[in-house]
C-alpha cells in the first residue's frame, strides 16, 4: 500500500523488517510454545530486489538453530504479482529470539517435536 512505500515509490526496508520481526517472532513463539521472548538479534538483511505497489508479500520461516534459550529462524520474503503471476525472492535473513522466564530472564525451552527440514 502507498503508506508501506519509500520516496522512490518502493516498499520501505524499515516496514518490511518490522514485518519480518512479527512473521518470525509469531513462529518462534509457536515453535518454543511460549508468548514471552524477545528478539536477541537480525543477522545480516540482505534486501534483493524492490518490493512495489500492488505485491502480495509472504514471509516464509525456518527454524535453522535450536540453543537452549534461543531459536534461530530463517526468514525469506516473497512478493507475488498477480498479473503476470510470479513469484520471485525480495529479501532474506536470520533472527534469533530468546525465551524469558516470569522475570524477564532467559529460560531454556525445549521443543517436543523434530524441526522440519
Given at each position: 500500500m502507498y503508506s508501506d512505500l519509500n520516496?522512490?515509490?518502493r516498499l520501505f526496508g524499515g516496514r518490511l523488517m518490522a514485518w519480518i520481526d512479527e512473521a518470525t517472532a509469531m513462529s518462534a513463539?509457536?515453535?518454543m510454545r511460549t508468548k514471552r521472548l524477545v528478539t536477541k538479534?537480525?543477522?545480516e538483511v540482505v534486501f534483493e530486489a524492490p518490493g512495489m505497489l500492488g505485491d502480495l508479500v509472504e514471509i516464509w520461516c525456518r527454524a535453522e538453530r535450536?540453543?537452549?534459550?534461543s531459536l534461530t529462524l530463517d526468514c525469506r520474503v516473497l512478493v507475488r504479482t498477480i498479473e503476470p503471476e510470479e513469484a520471485r525472492q525480495i529479501c532474506r535473513s536470520t533472527v534469533v529470539y530468546v525465551a524469558l522466564d516470569?522475570?524477564?530472564?532467559?529460560r531454556a525451552w525445549k521443543s517436543s517435536r523434530a524441526f522440519p527440514q
Open positions: 520516496a522512490a515509490g513463539m509457536r515453535i538479534k537480525f543477522g535450536e540453543g537452549t534459550t516470569d522475570q524477564g530472564r532467559p
